[in-house]
Structures are given as structure tokens and as C-alpha cells.
């Protein structure tokens, strides 16, 4: 299996056949952020977050739209992506850039959600000398180029590509059953379950297109919080260009020792039984 194939078993996401009358839930799959350059580089070093937390993948992608490279923490039903700071205009690429993406269940579901606030495009990939339609990604307008909400849907020839026959592609699935699937039956061999929270600091026209696009997610509001699918979204509004995430909440498949552990001067990851939180502290 090569690299690419790889990530997405770990990435986690289903996307398949939809009834055009139902709209399920979409699942938070993965939350990117991108981070100063020395914290970037001293992400895998502990052993504990690269042998018992998490799945540890530096990785190159090339797409249609842009060749992009980033660090990837893999879990049993979710990613957590850092990035490095670019000199380029897209997102991902500027320090303090943040973002978050929804994964569809079935296949057709993202279609529930177009509308003409929103934008849809399709990303190809090629690997194995084939290009294949990826996925297909949701969005609203975005305030800035820094900041973005998505909602990705897995395209059906990729999927059959993957190994999936046309019963499971017309079948709504779990993760586990996805993960058996691409695995053969393998355990994940982490302990990274998923994304249960996350913070923010953001601006105003941030918090609004945050709202906007949560809101048509089916998620619900009070007091700045969102809860969208049993995640939890806490935002607070600041008044200019700064470092937009707080904390990242995981749960774990099964207890581990409480832990401080230091990333980096800026980066830090505490472990209680079988929950962990990232604090960023620029």
C-alpha cells in the first residue's frame, strides 16, 4: 500500500450512496493549523505521541489545485494536520492559518447541502500513474484566506479504486466497518479515537462564516458554542490577525498515563486517562 493509500485509511472518512430524502450527520474528520517552523519540526519527536498516541505520516500530496506537504497525527476516526508556514496565497499556507473539515457519510449527501451561498469543486489526485477524482469539497464564501470550513464528500471512482465494492459504496458505514474494510481487518494500533473539541480565537467576519456554515451543517448555537455530531466548537472574537486555535480535544480508545508532554516552546499535550488536549500558547 503505498503512502497515499495509507493516509487515507487512517483519514477516516466514509462517504457513500445517499437516499435523496434523508440528510444524516456530517462527521468533524479533521481539524489543520498552521504552526511556527521550529514547533513544526519537533511535532514527532516525543515517543510517547509517535508510538502509543497517535500515527505519525509526513507526507506530499499533489493535486490539481497545488503540491502541498504537511505532518498528519492519525487516528482511529480523525487527523489532525499541521502545516508549515509558505509564502504562497493558499489556505494553510500563512502562520496562524486554521481550518476544519466535515466528512459526508454517504455518497450523494454533500448534494443536500448546495445552494447558491455555497461552492463545490472537485479535487483530483494522481498516484500509481492514474488521476482519479478525489473528492468532491463544500464551502461558503470565505472571509479570508485563512481561516476555512469544508464539508468532502469521497468520489465513487476512487472508492472503487480502494477496493470497495458497489454494495458497500451504496451502503451508509461506520468507521470501523470502513476501517476493516481498507485494512483487512486490521486494528488501528493507536490510541487516537477522534476529535471531541476545539477552541478558537477568532475575528468577527470569521466567527460570523463560522456560524453561517455551521449552522447549514445542522449544528446548534449558544453563547458561542457550537455542538455539531457530539463535537464541541468554543469560539471567542478577537479584534485582529492572530493565532486562531486554542486547544484541540481527542479521545482515546483506552487509558493512558497522565502526561505533560512539551512539543515545543508554543505547543503542549496533556494526557488523562482517556482524553488528551493540545494547547497552543502564541
Known amino acids: 500500500m503505498n ?6 485509511f487512517f483519514f477516516c ?6 437516499n435523496a430524502t434523508e440528510k444524516l450527520p456530517v462527521d468533524l474528520n479533521t481539524i489543520f493549523v498552521t504552526i511556527d517552523v521550529e514547533s513544526y519540526t519537533k511535532l514527532f519527536e516525543n515517543s510517547f505521541v509517535k508510538d502509543t498516541l497517535f500515527i505519525c505520516k509526513s507526507a506530499t500530496t499533489s493535486t490539481n489545485k497545488e503540491d502541498y506537504s504537511g505532518k498528519y497525527l492519525i487516528g482511529n476516526s480523525a487527523t489532525i494536520e499541521f502545516f508549515s508556514p509558505m509564502n504562497t496565497s493558499f489556505t494553510g499556507d500563512t502562520f496562524g492559518d486554521a481550518g476544519i473539515e466535515f466528512k459526508t457519510r454517504k455518497l ?7 445552494s ?13 500513474s492514474i488521476k482519479l477524482p478525489w473528492y468532491e469539497s463544500l464551502t461558503l464564501k470565505l ?18 479504486d480502494l477496493g470497495f ?22 486494528k488501528y494500533p493507536r490510541k487516537f479515537n477522534k476529535i471531541t473539541a476545539v477552541e478558537f480565537d477568532l475575528e468577527k467576519n ?19 458554542t457550537f455542538v455539531i455530531n457530539n463535537v464541541i466548537i468554543k469560539c471567542t472574537i478577537k479584534k485582529r490577525e492572530h493565532f ?7 479521545s482515546l480508545l483506552e487509558n493512558v498515563k497522565n502526561k505533560k508532554i512539551i512539543i515545543s516552546k508554543k505547543i503542549k499535550l496533556r494526557t488523562k486517562k482517556n482524553q488528551a488536549v493540545f494547547s497552543f500558547n502564541y
Open 116 to 128: 447558491e451561498n455555497t461552492k463545490t469543486e472537485i479535487t483530483s489526485v494522481t498516484y500509481d
Open 143 to 160: 472571509p479570508s484566506p485563512h481561516f476555512e470550513i469544508s464539508l468532502l464528500e469521497y468520489q465513487k471512482k476512487y472508492l472503487l
Open 165 to 186: 465494492t458497489e454494495t458497500q459504496i451504496n451502503s451508509e458505514m461506520s468507521y470501523s466497518e470502513y476501517n476493516s474494510i481498507i485494512s483487512g481487518g486490521k
Open 13 to 18: 472518512c466514509t462517504s457513500f450512496a445517499q
Open 206 to 224: 470569521e466567527f460570523d462564516y463560522l456560524k453561517k456554515t455551521l449552522l447549514t451543517f445542522g449544528a446548534k448555537l449558544k453563547n458561542k
Open 244 to 250: 486562531r486555535v486554542k486547544k484541540i480535544e481527542i
Open 3 to 8: 503512502i497515499f493509500k495509507y493516509l487515507v
Open 108 to 114: 450523494n449527501q454533500l448534494q443536500l447541502f448546495k
